[in-house]
């Protein structure tokens, strides 16, 4: 199957699932061609199978602001009609769904079917904006075919929006051969020593709560020798180092920066925070879990879908930094509860959410897509 994928290529979970199913894909045999205005970050150089077509948005004197959306839907019809594409698979609703449609009612009933995966601050952020509500409900309803990273969003869509179509839920994977307990060598020579490593992965946005991640970190610091290896780049990140130095803990906590590649440095951690105040799935948690590493989270979202208390790691209600904290001091201090949560996490990760489980369920979703009429 020739196959097209849409994505944003920054950090973030749907950039990352977004090139991961398209990586899985070109394995198994379909031609996938990546549109985007950048390589996705998890893009290999050269990938048997993949096409990167970049989308150039021209500027004009008489646009204030650059036309992204029109570019990006000439780009998919160009591209669309040249490698007689037969799926166009978009990530997030506005401005991908938007465009996706758009390009196919250009080129007509030889256009290729569109699937739109909902990844969650497209439908939360957006949902509740009047400035994109009507766009938001028209690109989904219009779409050949809708999945959600987990059955909350799903329910949490139906809820904010007058969707009239059904939702296929397809959780986010993880490959199994790359997620697995191999520590980075190098990077724990890096941080040396022989203190319990906690760790957290995000983009450093407020919804990740990234300065909880300091408040729990100081707590288990006062208990046991610790260190916070914290990996990302995002507007919050100013504010955590700040808040680092006023609980005294700044010279323990380890600024890595943007990582393409993660499973080596979850390998080495004894514990993963994520605290977010809403993930529609948490895919950090779950490459964390395969990796071995217990995950403390809050109770939001689809996070109840990924994780289960005593497999791969606990959930607290959301805001509970002092649970997070004793918990914290308990999985640590206690080897044979770590392992057994560790164990369980690994088991849990490889039977319901590795990418030869799930993979094939977009293989599927996209024929019977293809086989149904296309919406107009």
Not at 9 to 25: D, I, Y
Not at 36 to 65: C, E, G, I
Not at 83 to 106: D, F, G, K, M, N
Not at 156 to 171: G, S
Request: charged fraction near 20%.
């Amino acid at each position: 199957m020739r196959i097209g994928i849409t994505c944003y290529p920054s950090f973030g979970g749907s950039g990352v699932l977004a090139t991961e199913l398209g990586r899985e894909l070109a394995r198994r045999g379909h031609t996938v061609h990546f549109i985007t205005y950048d390589a996705p970050f998890r893009l290999a150089a050269y990938t048997p199978n993949v096409v990167f077509h970049q989308v150039d948005v021209p500027s004009y004197p008489l646009f204030r602001y650059p036309p992204y959306l029109l570019a990006l839907t000439n780009k998919m019809v160009e591209v669309a009609r040249f490698c007689r594409l037969e799926i166009l698979h978009v990530h997030y609703a506005i401005p991908h769904a938007t465009s996706a449609v758009l390009a196919r009612q250009v080129i007509g009933d030889k256009g290729p079917r569109v699937v739109t995966t909902l990844h969650g601050t497209d439908v939360s952020l957006l949902g509740s904006d009047p400035g994109f509500y009507e766009l938001l409900t028209w690109s989904i309803n219009t779409s050949d075919g809708v999945t959600a990273v987990s059955g909350a969003l799903a329910e949490e869509t139906k809820i904010r929006l007058p969707v009239r179509r059904d939702i296929e839920v397809i959780h986010n994977f993880v490959d199994c051969q790359v997620y697995a307990r191999r520590p980075c060598e190098s990077f724990l020579q890096q941080i040396g020593g022989d203190d319990m490593l906690i760790g957290h992965v995000s983009n450093f946005r407020p919804v990740k709560r990234p300065r909880e991640v300091i408040r729990i970190f100081a707590g288990v610091a006062k208990a046991m020798p610790a260190r916070l290896v914290l990996v990302g780049e995002g507007p919050e990140l100013g504010g955590v180092r700040d808040l680092a130095r006023q609980l005294g803990v700044a010279d323990r906590v380890h600024f890595a920066g943007s990582q393409e590649q993660v499973a080596g440095i979850l390998s080495c951690l004894d514990l993963f925070l994520l605290p977010s105040e809403q993930e529609s799935f948490g895919l950090a948690g779950l490459e964390a879990m395969a990796c071995g590493t217990p995950v403390l989270a809050y109770r939001v979202g689809g996070l109840p879908e990924v994780i289960a208390d005593g497999e791969g790691g606990f959930l607290l209600p959301a805001g509970d930094v002092g649970g997070m904290t004793e918990k914290d001091i308990e999985l640590l201090s206690t080897p044979r509860l770590w392992q057994a949560v560790s164990d369980a996490g690994v088991s849990r990760a490889r039977a319901l959410f590795s990418a030869e489980r799930i993979v094939p369920r977009y293989e599927e979703y996209y024929a019977r897509v293809s086989e149904g009429a296309p919406r107009r």
